[in-house]
């Protein structure tokens, strides 16, 4: 299996510009996660989906971000409009369970960086 | 509030020395803990998992112990290569289904 797949890799923009972020989970995963990482805070669950509903968005900043996963095998995270406190790497996450008792396999993240 | 605390935040150490990294939590419950590595623009890679009644779990160089009582863990590095050059992110699993990470210590191992 090619593994958690994300795009696009880097993604440079000007504030207020719509940025949408791509993840394939690995085939047969019924849960996925997104998670923003900085030097400041860490790794920040943003949502998390369980057969391609989402469960919890609790960590999802405010309104200028949404997230979707219209089928099992493709999920975005899509935010507007973009500011540069959003800039950040966005991890996409698949796991064959909740997030507890089943390990999660991340894909190589997508560096955002708004200017 | 959950938390997962690590130490040190970064770490020096030349090649074929021994390191040890720490992670302090306050989960509860408490169902797993699980060390991961995370390479440089690379997304974080499972390490060690141990259950609650677990206190110590190996992977090559890679030992990792957990003592419950004190509610601390560590991960143990033996004979470190220029390869273990990453962050080491402590994640603890408890009754929630979503895992509490920590800030991860970054190790630079020099030749």
């Known amino acids: 299996d090619a593994g958690v797949i994300q795009s696009p890799r880097h993604e440079v923009t000007e504030m207020g510009q719509e940025v949408t972020l791509r993840c394939k989970p690995i085939s047969g995963h019924n849960s996925l996660f997104w998670y923003r990482q900085t030097m400041m805070r860490g790794l920040e669950l943003l949502i998390y989906f369980n057969n391609n509903v989402p469960i919890d968005d609790s960590g999802m900043p405010e309104d200028r971000f949404s997230a979707k996963m219209p089928n099992a095998s493709f999920s975005t995270l899509k935010i507007q409009p973009s500011e540069p406190r959003d800039s950040a790497v966005y991890f996409c996450?698949?796991?064959?369970?909740?997030?507890?008792?089943?390990?999660?396999?991340f894909g190589p993240g997508t560096r955002l960086t708004v200017t | 509030k959950n938390q997962v605390e690590q130490s040190p935040q970064s770490l020096i150490i030349l090649e074929g020395k021994n390191c040890t990294l720490q992670c302090n939590y306050t989960v509860s419950p408490f169902s797993n803990l699980r060390w991961y590595k995370q390479d440089t623009g690379r997304g974080p890679v499972s390490l060690t998992i141990?259950?609650?009644?677990?206190n110590t779990k190996s992977n090559g160089r890679y030992t990792a112990t957990l003592d419950a009582d004190t509610k601390q863990s560590s991960l143990h590095i033996t004979a470190s290569q220029l390869s273990d050059s990453a962050s080491y992110i402590c994640?603890?699993?408890?009754?929630?289904?979503?895992?509490?990470f920590g800030r991860g210590t970054s190790l630079i191992v020099h030749p």
């Open positions: 996450a698949s796991s064959l369970g909740d997030g507890s008792s089943y390990e999660q396999y």
């Open positions: 994640v603890l699993s408890g009754g929630s289904y979503i895992p509490t």
């Open positions: 141990m259950t609650f009644s677990e």
